[in-house]
């Protein structure tokens, strides 16, 4: 049986804070609410275990409540205790209909950016997800609010250097983004790989350990000279990554395609245009920050690359 309102939301009105999947069928629909605007003190619970699919535990759709943009990295007006932590700050990730993908920005990033065009503002009436550590509430004053043009995506102290990559499908111009924010002091995991219920949209990832991220953020490439960038295609056919970075900051960069066997010096040219296919292994590209072992993969096998401070030997590829 298919879940109707009622039983899913038996209560008459919208509750404040809370995330809502909001659909019309007018291209151009005009929303009418009725009712008094939210102001002030906000509090809604969130849940650290309402996934049995344990990529997902922890994730809570929630909702800005006010009619005004609210600001992220605001330093007042947030009680994000229960939320889980990373660089310094905490991650929210909101949806990218042009991307078909979930883009990511995390409170420390002094930026204000983050993947997939995602911001620190987000838009009256935008739904956004947050990861709970444990069980407890997301709480707003006031102070988070901003008067900022930020559109509805539906139609720190350490300034890192950034190797941002970006993949675009030549079918239907879908894309997906990744950071590798480097300076830190050691290696941190990074901001959770949300995937795409969209499963012809292509998807960019970075390994660590079992889990996967958009954001990584390292310490410095000579501990870190090869890092993997998991890639899988949502259809057949062409796409290309650009790749945006600072030359002064990589004095190496170069991009292996395991499938092609090919070599593309990033500092030169900072696009590579190939064919994938949904067959393909998704341990297909890596990023060489330091010197490549002469004829490594001829040799063997199996790819052998150091991924923080630690010796992989990846024989899943083939």
């Known amino acids: 049986m298919v879940p109707n309102w009622p039983a899913v939301h038996p209560s008459a009105h919208f509750v404040p804070g809370r995330g809502y999947l909001y ?7 005009t929303k009418a609410f009725a009712g008094d605007l939210n102001n002030g003190n906000i509090s809604y619970g969130l849940t650290a275990d309402g996934s049995t699919d344990l990529n997902l535990q922890g994730f809570n759709l929630v909702g ?20 889980m932590t990373g660089s310094g700050g905490y991650d929210m990730w909101i949806w990218n209909q042009e991307a078909e993908n ?3 920005y995390n409170s420390a990033d002094a930026t204000g950016v983050g993947t997939n065009a995602v911001t620190r503002y987000i838009p009256p009436m935008q739904g956004f997800f947050v990861r709970a550590q ?16 930020t559109t509805v995506w539906k139609s720190g102290k350490i300034d890192p250097s950034r190797f941002i990559a970006v993949v675009h499908s030549e079918n239907d111009q879908t894309f997906d983004e990744v950071r590798l924010l480097f300076g830190y002091p050691e290696n941190k995991t990074g901001a959770a790989k949300l995937f795409s219920p969209v499963t012809t949209a292509p998807s960019l990832y970075l390994p660590e350990g079992k889990a996967n991220f958009t954001i990584r953020y390292l310490s ?8 993997p960038l998991l ?23 170069i991009l292996e395609d395991r499938l092609t066997g090919v070599f593309t010096d990033l ?31 001829m040799e063997l096998p199996a790819n052998i690359y150091i991924n923080s401070g630690e010796l992989v030997i990846d024989l899943t590829f083939g």
């Not at 800005?64 to 939320?83: F, H």
């Open 134 to 149: 444990t069980a407890g509430t997301l709480e707003t004053t006031n102070d988070v609010r901003v008067h900022d043009a």
């Open 267 to 297: 500092t030169l040219t900072p696009d590579y245009r190939f064919r994938a296919s949904m067959k393909d292994n998704e341990n297909r590209f890596i990023i060489h920050f330091g010197a490549i072992p002469t004829n490594a993969n």
């Open 220 to 227: 410095d490439t000579i501990a870190n000279p090869h890092v």
């Open 231 to 253: 890639f899988k295609a949502g259809s057949d056919g062409y796409y290309t990554f650009n790749f945006d970075f600072d030359n002064v900051d990589f004095n190496i960069a």
């Open 23 to 29: 659909s019309v069928q007018a291209a151009n629909a």
């Open 64 to 83: 800005n409540p006010y009619p005004s943009s609210i600001d992220w990295m605001a330093t007042e007006g947030w009680t994000r205790d229960n939320l």
């Open 102 to 104: 979930y883009g990511v």
